[in-house]
């Protein structure tokens, strides 16, 4: 049933492409409307929305933050990303002009759960993005948007997570067209990236031997570091997870800008630092990320950058350079997360862990 992969988490990456195609289908309609069915919540009551939150556990978590920029930027209301774990021990400004965005992999996990109780008690609405049919969040839930992941077998979410990346934006683009923004061809645009996705991502697999060949050697490494900035943070807490749970090493993602107000002290001669690289020359973020780079290789850092094809400056900074096919910066999360999932999946096969079952480790967590 693992298709001759030696994992399940391996074989979950690689089903990425269809993970997105099938998240996608028959969302858009050829006139150009998004259509979210499960969507039970009038569209009054979303004109009337004024805050969002958004709540998740560890990778759900990091697909909220990436979240958070896209629907700020597309649909102008303030949006705060929660660990459901923290959510209702601070008493919340939670009210029924708040939507609460409940993002499960499961759909099971204990801290979500509770976090979206104490929405709904106060009032708010609450939309699931979750990937198992009739699983408790979303039927406790007034909405649900499904992921159709597929069964996600290995304790590591790869798949979980950039379906859920793929659900947030349509949940985003939606909210945009419900709200009547000055917004068509944009959200025509954005769609039609979308739907290039699943190809896109399937020429990064298709150079995942670049990612195992540079992992050959670094499994004696103890510490790696991940950098990002905008959406490529999330993405670099995401690559410091994966490795934390399955190669039990100690790695750490930073926004790239805190580097000099503090982690940049860590870093050793040799230490391995992943850097996120956003699009080159459409803001200033891609020459932060850059400087950032040159920074900790100042300090005898060995820099390995995921960053667009055809950056004509990176590879003049970074050691090693993975690249990815050219997409916009809100929607590049869902191609740099791959190498970085290749990456730990490797690491720990070559440290002889069981990838899919991590020690201390359980699937859905459905204990506070
Ligand atoms: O099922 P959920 O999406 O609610 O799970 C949330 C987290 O427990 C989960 O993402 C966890 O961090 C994964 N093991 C990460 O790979």
């Not at 089903?15 to 009038?42: F, N, V, W």
């Not at 069964?151 to 349509?170: D, H, M, N, R, W």
């Amino acid at each position: 049933e693992k298709d001759g992969y030696d994992w399940f988490m391996r074989k979950e990456i690689f089903e990425q492409p269809k993970a997105i195609s099938d998240t996608l289908l028959g969302r858009y309609s050829p006139q150009g409307e998004l259509t979210l069915d499960e969507i039970h919540i009038s569209p009054e009551t979303l004109r009337r929305v004024n805050k969002i939150i958004i709540l998740g556990c560890g990778t759900a978590h990091y697909a909220g933050m990436v979240a958070k920029y896209a629907i700020e930027h597309w649909v102008r209301i303030p949006c705060e990303v929660e660990l459901a774990s923290e959510f209702r021990y601070r008493d919340p400004i939670v009210d029924s002009q708040t939507l609460c965005v409940a993002i499960s992999q499961s759909g099971e996990t204990a801290d979500t759960l509770q976090a979206i109780r104490h929405a709904r008690e106060q009032g708010a609405k609450v939309i699931a993005i979750c990937n198992t049919n009739g699983s408790t969040i979303p039927r406790e839930s007034d909405a649900v948007i499904y992921t159709y992941a597929g069964p996600e077998i290995g304790v590591a979410s790869t798949k979980g997570f950039t379906t859920q990346l793929i659900a947030c934006y349509l949940l985003g683009l939606y909210l945009a067209q419900v709200r009547g923004m000055k917004f068509g061809d944009e959200i025509r645009t954005i769609m039609d990236e979308l739907e290039a996705m699943p190809a896109k991502m399937q020429s990064v697999l298709d150079h995942a031997d670049q990612i195992y060949t540079l992992a050959k050697g670094m499994e004696d490494e103890e510490d790696f570091i991940f950098i990002g900035r905008h959406v490529g943070y999330p993405i670099a807490l995401e690559g410091a997870l994966k490795l934390k749970e399955i190669a039990y090493l100690h790695a750490e993602g930073f926004a790239a800008g805190e580097l000099k107000h503090g982690p940049i002290a860590i870093i050793n001669p040799g230490m391995p630092v992943f850097a996120v690289v956003p699009p080159q020359g459409r803001d200033q973020l891609h020459d932060k990320v850059v400087s950032n780079i040159q920074e900790v290789r100042a300090r005898g850092a060995r820099t390995i950058a995921v960053a667009e094809q055809d950056d004509n400056e990176v590879d003049q900074f970074a050691e090693v350079v993975i690249s990815l096919p050219k997409v916009s910066t809100l929607l590049q999360p869902v191609l740099a997360v791959v190498p970085l999932q290749l990456f730990a999946c490797e690491i720990a096969t070559l440290l002889g862990n069981d990838v899919d079952q991590p020690r201390n480790l359980a699937k859905s967590v459905t204990v506070e």
